[in-house]
Structures are given as C-alpha cells and as structure tokens.
C-alpha cells in the first residue's frame, strides 16, 4: 500500500501494489499498520483481494504488514 496525503487535511489517496505471479494477482486492500501512521485508527486488520488463473493453486495468507 502506498498512502499519499492530499491537499485536502485529513484525505489520503491509497493506491494499492499488486503482487503478480503466474497464479494471477494478489493485493493487500487495507492494512491497520500502515493506515495508522496516517492517524486512522479502525478495527479492521488487513483486507485483501485475489484473483488466482491457475487452477488448483494455493494461497497461504501470513500477516505481513
């Protein structure tokens, strides 16, 4: 995750970094770590988005952030 403050005090724009392998995609959507570095302080972990095109493929999650 990369957050970038905005003009706007207390607005960020996070953009998200895509792991691509040849399983498909994987991208971590929300990382309480990082977002309370900004000052956000919520009750949700780590939201994460795959999108796995090889069949039969395994994905472990670790809590990496």
Do not use: W
Not at 24 to 49: A, D, V, W
Request: proline content about 3%.
């Amino acid at each position: 995750m990369v957050i970038n403050e905005t003009p706007i005090q207390g607005a960020y724009i996070i953009e998200h970094e895509p792991f691509v392998d040849d399983r498909g995609i994987f991208t971590r959507l929300f990382c309480i770590e990082e977002l309370q570095k900004t000052g956000l302080n919520k009750n949700i972990f780590q939201i994460n988005h795959s999108h796995t095109i090889q069949k039969g493929a395994l994905r472990l999650t670790f809590r990496t952030c």
